[in-house]
């Protein structure tokens, strides 16, 4: 496999089954994925390992915010990332030495049935028309009894102190942004039923619980702060033009959020995790 022209940022993909990527592609947006990435390694990666020789084909490489930590888990691994977008894929090469890239859609992935021991997906399906059928159809690259691995958020996890509906409303514009463009911010809390629904089995899925407060200043730096709030906040225009909610309420709502990063306040986030088999019957 030589580096070519990629596919999914962690965002969208092109194609039927495609949404919108609705944060974006701009350098403030590349440095927040870089920021979620690295303040989340240990929670959401730790885990992933893959073995020395072993295929590893990472579907919505994007900046390669996630290869990063991918190569560093698993250094005897030979990674494969895909992207749609040619300005992402420069950042990644430029990011992550020793990694083959390739510029190709999700839904139309130039390599050969059961060419990997193991797909990693992470932050991609949220941002799918079609989440169950991008599933089903990686399991033709993956060989049987190889594993799928998929992370994702969910944004109806989000809690914190103090309250504020106009925090919460703010995040339900983000949520109803996201599908309107095709896409699903809940996500997280599928996973299980897609993966089942596109054919795999071994299905686990685990819950990767994010909480920040004082004691905690990474966190609230790394996440509340340079993550959450700035993903939400970045959707201001949009928001607005949408009609979703008006100048005074999105500002009154950013104020709270950027408060639960002060003293007194506290953020609660959940991911989940997933790893499934490609059953021995997919050849």
């Known amino acids: ?13 092109t194609g039927p089954a495609a949404a919108g990527y609705v944060h974006g592609y701009s350098a403030a947006e590349a440095r927040r994925l ?19 020789g072993s295929r590893v084909l990472e579907v919505g490489c994007g900046v390669g915010a996630q290869t990063v930590h991918l190569v560093a888990g698993s250094p005897g691994a030979r990674v494969v990332a895909v992207d749609v977008s040619d300005e992402s894929l420069a ?20 390599f050969a049935d059961t060419a990997f021991d193991h797909v990693f997906i992470c932050f991609v399906l949220e941002h799918l028309k079609d989440p169950e059928g991008a599933l089903a159809g990686l399991r033709r690259v993956l060989r049987p009894g190889g594993t799928v691995t998929v992370i994702e958020g969910d944004h109806g996890s989000a809690f914190f102190h103090p309250d504020s509906a106009d925090a919460r409303a703010a995040i339900g514009c983000l949520v109803s942004l996201q599908s309107a463009a095709g896409g699903d ?99």
Do not use: C
């Open 1 to 13: 496999m030589n580096d070519t022209n990629g596919m999914n940022d962690t965002n969208g993909t």
């Open 34 to 52: 870089g920021d979620q990435a690295d303040t989340l390694a240990e929670l959401l990666h730790a885990d992933t390992v893959f073995p020395a």
């Open 91 to 110: 950042q990644a090469r430029a990011r992550v030495p020793g990694v083959e890239w390739y510029r190709a859609d999700l839904f139309d992935l130039p």
């Open 185 to 283: 911010a809940l996500i997280g809390r599928r996973l299980q039923p897609l993966l089942a629904g596109a054919g795999y089995a071994d299905i686990t899925v685990r819950p990767r619980t994010v909480y920040a407060d004082r004691t905690r200043p990474a966190l609230v730096e790394g996440f509340t702060r340079d993550t959450f709030t700035a993903m939400v906040e970045g959707l201001s225009d949009e928001a607005l033009a949408a009609g979703l909610t008006t100048h005074a309420d999105w500002a009154r709502g950013i104020a709270d959020l950027r408060r639960t990063a002060e003293d007194g306040g506290t953020f609660h986030y959940t991911f989940f995790k997933a790893v499934a088999v490609n059953p021995p019957d997919a050849a």
